[in-house]
């Protein structure tokens, strides 16, 4: 495939050429009203995706091409069709002068295979019918239509600390913060976020290595009540009165993690049922039974959704750091803590004794300053992952056992649990019941397959590697 570029000044250039043609660019300044340079230009002839680069001059001046990369904002990346796009330049720091309005400035546009632009990072599960599920990749999270996006973990806050060097590519450091602000993510659909963990290990609970072969994707928020309602009715509420979920107030109730499901209690209106659903980890990812809730959103999106198992979850959690208390970075700062989690005494305006129960209960009809927030209130870890501590405890997988200090591979967990109760699942994450001492990234706790608990949800994994059975 060929690709061309073209230059032009402020003003107007108009090109026909062969392959992957930059056209029709217009480059205008709306000084004095505005510094930002707008430009706008057609692409044609696209047979592949492609990245438009842009180099900005002063004259004969160059601009520093990382200015440039920071200045400008818009369409440029894994471009598919022959439309009208437009970029904006903030020309303020790219020259060494104090002028915003340059006479002599102009743009050359180049178009280039795209190649780590099409990465896809996120994936859009429609809850509804016909159940599509949409790919999100780096370019189109870089070309702005999905809202704001934070470059890396610490343009979050410059207290956190950064993942270990070389663990996430430019492309993976990427955080869709404009998520949070459409409630549809909340709701109707369901927004996962891909972990970039194929071939890599860690250290699992501080205590052994664990590698994995494949990547997977995980919920950027735990399920809410609006979601798990979306595909599966709930034992304890109907949808016109919802406080049974948590008994907290339902004008608030739809967006807070749907909570009292139990892993397996029946074969309907359970996580993954109880006939063929507590096999795990005799069974695979799609051994559910039909009627419980992730059997029910396999059979309709045709792709193997599963709780993660708890190595996942805490590779997950960690978001690329050696942190194995809080991800970022200082577990003794309450600023930190309080800008990303809800636990006893921290953004919560209930001060619970700690250890406390898994089935304490926020009061009936309380506001949103106690029980679970609802998801995304607070800063997500670097892997833009909301509410991987605190909020309610995240059920996974795997029964609780011992985690021996022998290297693993792709672990499914014990064949039993140590506990009495042979079927016991982890836990992990804390909730906002329970003290920071137990919101932890290694923290395990463990629950009863046939009970449902107030301050136990869930986080969805996709696993794309496997099949739902014909």
Same mark, same amino acid.
């Given at each position: ?13 108009? #090109? ?33 995706? @492609? =990245? ?47 002028? /915003?309005?340059? *006479?002599? #400035? ?53 207290? #956190? ?23 549809? /993510? ?25 590698? #994995? ?54 074969? +309907? ?14 069974? !695979?990812?799609?051994?559910? =039974? ?53 636990? *006893?005494?921290?953004?919560? +305006? ?14 009936? !009809?309380?506001?949103? +300053? ?35 200090? =022998? !290297?693993?591979?792709? &672990? ?11 079927? !016991?699942?982890? @836990? ?6 329970? *003290?920071?001492?137990?919101?932890? %990234? ?5 629950? +009863?397959?046939?009970? &449902?608990?107030?301050? @136990?949800?869930?986080?969805? %994994? ?9």
């Amino acid at each position: 495939m060929k690709f061309n570029a073209v230059m032009a000044v402020l003003g107007i250039a108009a #090109f026909s050429l062969e392959a992957a043609d930059i056209g029709q660019v217009i480059v205008r300044q709306q000084w004095p009203w505005s510094t930002d340079v707008k430009v706008e230009y057609t692409l044609s002839n696209v047979t592949e995706p @492609v =990245d438009v680069k842009v180099r900005v001059f002063n004259g004969e001046i160059e601009a520093d091409a990382a200015k440039v990369e920071a200045a400008v904002s818009g369409s440029r990346y894994a471009l598919t069709d022959g439309n009208t796009y437009a970029l904006t330049i903030n020309p303020a720091g790219l020259f060494d002068t104090s002028a /915003y309005a340059l *006479s002599d #400035f102009k743009v050359k546009l180049s178009a280039v295979k795209a190649e780590a632009s099409t990465e896809v990072l996120y994936k859009i599960v429609n809850l509804e019918a016909p159940y599509d599920v949409e790919d999100v990749t780096w370019g189109r999270l870089m070309n702005g239509s999905l809202g704001d996006v934070a470059m890396k973990f610490t343009d979050l806050d410059e207290t #956190f600390q950064a993942p270990v060097a070389g663990t996430l590519s430019r492309q993976e450091e990427i955080i869709w913060t404009g998520v949070t602000n459409d409630v549809k /993510y909340k709701s109707t659909h369901m927004v996962l976020r891909k972990i970039p963990a194929k071939g890599k290990s860690f250290k699992f609970n501080n205590v052994c290595n664990v590698t #994995f072969t494949n990547d997977f994707y995980i919920g950027v928020f735990e399920v809410t009540q609006a979601q798990f309602l979306k595909t599966c009715s709930h034992p304890h509420i109907s949808t016109t009165d919802p406080l049974g979920f948590n008994e907290t107030n339902k004008l608030y109730s739809a967006y807070r993690p749907a909570n009292r499901v139990s892993f397996g209690k029946s074969d +309907s209106n359970t996580l993954r049922g109880k006939t063929n659903g507590n096999l795990w980890p005799e069974g !695979d990812h799609t051994t559910v =039974d039909a009627n419980s809730y992730f059997g029910k959103l396999q059979s309709r999106t045709k792709l193997v959704f599963d709780l993660p198992n708890e190595a996942m979850w805490e590779y997950a959690c960690r978001g690329g750091t050696k942190n194995y208390e809080i991800y970022t970075g200082n577990y003794s700062s309450d600023a930190q803590a309080q800008k990303i989690m809800r636990a *006893s005494g921290i953004n919560n +305006s209930v001060a619970y004794s700690a250890p406390t129960s898994f089935n304490n209960v926020a009061p009936k !009809d309380c506001d949103l +300053s106690q029980g679970p927030a609802w998801v995304g209130s607070y800063l997500p870890n670097a892997y833009g992952l909301y509410d991987m501590l605190g909020n309610l405890w995240e059920i996974c997988l795997d029964r609780i056992g011992t985690i021996t200090a =022998d !290297d693993k591979f792709d &672990p499914r967990g014990p064949a039993e649990s140590y506990n009495s109760n042979v079927q !016991d699942r982890v @836990v992990r994450g804390g909730a906002y019941g329970f *003290s920071r001492s137990l919101t932890l %990234c290694t923290r395990r706790e463990s629950v +009863s397959v046939s009970e &449902p608990y107030r301050q @136990v949800g869930f986080r969805v %994994c996709l696993y794309p590697d496997f099949k739902v059975a014909e």
